[in-house]
């Protein structure tokens, strides 16, 4: 798993933050689906790393809170890879993400 800028060969991208109340939305990965529709073929990525509250296991997590609408009992980091058509989908604990997110931080 590749998680750190000086790690990726390419320009890393951030897209400005968009919002899916999940009571709102069928899927997780049709959240995704919806936040890369816009995104250019040249731009659209080929890895993806979410983090997400719960433990972590097999690059699966156990749905919580309110997504059990979504009708399965996880979301799984294969699936979406596959369905994405992405070279790797890794799902992360939450705190995990964050602790990536604050080794970048620079002083200032």
């Not at 939305?25 to 890895?47: G, H, N, R």
């Not at 997590?61 to 980091?77: F, T, Y």
């Amino acid at each position: 798993m590749r998680l750190f800028p000086d790690e990726i060969d390419q320009k890393v991208v951030l897209k400005k933050l968009i919002r899916f109340p999940t009571p709102d939305e069928p899927s997780f990965l049709a959240c995704v689906q919806k936040y890369l529709a816009d995104v250019a073929k040249d731009d659209y990525p080929t890895i993806g790393v979410i983090g997400m509250a719960g433990v972590v296991k097999d690059n699966k997590i156990e749905i919580v809170a309110n997504l059990k609408h979504w009708g399965v009992p996880c979301v799984d980091g294969k699936a979406l890879r596959e369905a994405l058509k992405f070279d790797s989908f890794e799902i992360i604990n939450d705190f995990t993400a964050a602790s990536y997110g604050v080794t970048l931080l620079k002083k200032g």
